[in-house]
T-cell receptor, first 114, second 114 residues
């Protein structure tokens, strides 16, 4: 299995509080992604990174920010959590080059915003 | 913009029967196509991919998928279903001109009954 961990795995917070989710990889892969998974919506891309300090928005980036100061870590921050951000968040990584273009996913973080 | 459609929310089959999970896509340029599987309370796991070459690709756990360019489809198949195949299946597409973003379908829940 690809070395991807997410922390915390579960979090309950209140509306208006800041929240930071961490994704850590040991594979030295260039690309890292944050998705949210909601019933009926599949996986939707929030932000992704194509290198240290290089990030771009996905389809549902409003209310989220990211940072990548090291290859191995990709942080997702909710500056002021809202109930609509209650979801399961998945991190993924992807290498470039060769034929290995698939993504590897972390175990997920279940976030509840009350 | 790229998109993926999985027209069936749910597919039910009897154990031992063949199964098909449908996927159609829209993308600029040549597509990279993927199938992932998600078991309860787990992250997504890669099953198989089409990058180039033979239209019939084989993957993990006896699954295969057929790329049909004229119909823009990439249906997932298995000749003989197992109860353990019951899970949520996602199709994903990425254009070869796209820097890194994949688009996922909404997922299809496969239930295999004994």
């Amino acid at each position: 299995d690809a070395g991807i961990t997410q922390s915390p795995r579960h979090k309950v917070t209140e509306t208006g509080t800041p929240v930071t989710l961490r994704c850590h990889q040991t594979e030295n892969h260039r690309y890292m992604y944050w998705y949210r998974q909601d019933p009926g919506h599949g996986l939707r891309l929030i932000h992704y990174s194509y290198g240290v300090k290089d990030t771009d928005k996905g389809e549902v980036s409003d209310g989220y920010s990211v940072s990548r100061s090291k290859t191995e870590d990709f942080l997702l921050t909710l500056e002021s959590a809202t109930s609509s951000q209650t979801s399961v968040y998945f991190c993924a990584i992807r290498d470039v080059g060769g034929v290995r273009n698939e993504q590897f996913f972390g175990p997920g973080t279940r976030l509840t915003v009350l | 913009a790229q998109s993926v459609a999985q027209p069936e929310d749910q597919v039910n089959v009897a154990e031992g029967n063949p199964l098909t999970v449908k996927c159609t896509y829209s993308v600029s340029g040549n597509p990279y196509l993927f199938w992932y599987v998600q078991y309860p309370n787990r992250g997504l796991q890669f099953l198989l991919k089409y990058i180039t070459g033979d239209n019939l690709v084989k993957g993990s756990y006896g699954f295969e998928a057929e790329f049909n360019k004229s119909q823009t489809s990439f249906h997932l198949k298995k000749p003989s279903a197992l109860v353990s195949d019951s899970a949520l299946y996602f199709c994903a597409v990425r254009g070869n001109t796209n820097a890194g973003k994949s688009t996922f379908g909404d997922g299809t829940t496969l239930t295999v009954k004994p």
